[in-house]
């Protein structure tokens, strides 16, 4: 009998996959270099750890402290975009957030609910029951100031019914307390009302974990050297406007403030797909997918905005254990707890869509993306850090093609050869 590919060691897995897809010595070298032992237990079928870089995003000011905030990304401009952006929006308190409140819910699904009234009137009775049960599925919580919150049900069509547990995680990602204490109120529910239950399962969809971000920046900062601040602003403003009307540009809008989001995220060690899918879910909550941020002009000529999202955030737990590095990011942005990573992150958020906002109504993206795009491009013809910039000097073409690199790059070496 065949041995599963899951149960082979390490060096056989290697070994087959290199077979069946004849990878080189080199490629397996690649392979070799990139692994990481502390790695292999976090996935399964391992093979190599896959590396971002990280950098770091200044001149950012959030409720009035100066932070500096790392990011992981691989997009060139990102982490130039969200430093623009801070110096933009630099004043004595800079950007200002919110938190109101972080819980996860969590949902028991049920179907075939016959009397849905019924079982909304028995949830509101026994709720406070339904709570203590949740709790006594994961007590320790509750020494840290966690716990179930409330309780509700949503009648779906065309017979379903989402009993909707809210849980004040701590600290914590919380996602598997949160499976936990709602399994054990679908047991419960079982054992007194029987229901059919379909399932019971963390919801990604944060809505009672929202933070704002907001700045008011005096038109003048955004002034270019060929546009008046007060044009800039109007025209960012108008950008804004479209993409509350027009789902194809809120698409791109959006992306371009996960570009930051999404960076501090991983940087943090979080759960990016989780956030992604949250905020995109937020962005079309009355039905149609409309830009996450509002921009518009005052009376007084100053460029207000504001960014909100719901940012689940852990401070503890899940790969925040695991990545050494997790801690050191905390430290390096003065986090200290889930509710500042919420506010930081929505920061670097606000930063990013002004930046953005800013280049493509005045210069167009291009121009700031095509200097970090040229280095890209040297790097992946095999230009060393040393070799780029020679490299991209001999690039003269706004659009230049990997042919041209790298025809520049063996102009650069031939060059060196003969000094």
Known sequence: ???????????????????????????????????????????????????????VAVNLRVDGHAVAVPMVTEEPSVIAAASNGGRLLTSD?????????????????????????????????????LLQVADAAHPSLLTHGGGARSVRVRLLPPDWASIDLFIDVGEAMGANLV???????????????????????LSNYATHSLVTARCTVPVDQLRTKTSDGLTVARRIAAASAFAQVDPYRATTHNKGIMNGIDAVVLA?????????SGVHAYASRDGQYRGLSLW??????????ELTLPLAL??????????????????????????????????????????????????????????????????????????????????????????????????????????
């Open 1 to 55: 009998m065949t041995t599963p590919f899951y149960r082979l060691s390490y060096d056989q897995r290697r070994d087959q996959l290199a077979q069946a897809s004849h990878l080189s010595p080199q490629q397996l070298g690649t392979v070799a270099d990139q692994r990481q032992a502390a790695d292999e237990e976090l996935i399964e079928n391992y093979l190599t750890t896959y590396g971002l870089p990280e950098g």
């Open 314 to 419: 852990g401070f503890v737990g899940g790969a925040t254990r695991v990545f050494p590095l997790v801690a050191v990011n905390q430290q390096l942005a003065h986090v200290t707890s889930a509710r500042d990573l919420m506010r930081v992150t929505a920061a670097v958020g606000l930063a990013q869509n002004v930046a953005a906002l800013r280049a493509l109504v005045t210069d167009g993206i291009q121009k700031g993306h095509m200097h970090l795009q040229l280095r890209s491009l040297a790097l992946s013809v095999g230009a060393t850090p040393a070799e780029v910039p020679a490299v991209v000097a001999q690039l003269t073409s706004k659009q230049p093609t990997t042919a041209q690199a790298r025809a520049a790059l063996a102009a650069v070496r031939q060059t060196h050869a003969k000094d």
């Open 179 to 201: 499976n936990t204490m709602t399994e054990a109120v679908a047991d419960y529910l079982r054992a007194h009302q029987s229901p059919t239950i379909l399932m019971s399962i």
């Open 296 to 305: 518009h002009v005052t009376a007084d000529q100053q460029l207000q905005g």
């Open 268 to 276: 943090m060690g979080n759960d990016w797909r989780a956030v992604e």
């Open 93 to 129: 308190v800079g950007i200002t957030t919110a938190v109101e409140r972080r819980e996860l819910m969590g949902q028991i699904v049920c179907q075939q609910v016959t009397d849905g009234p019924a079982l909304q009137q028995w949830v509101a009775d026994h709720a406070q029951d």
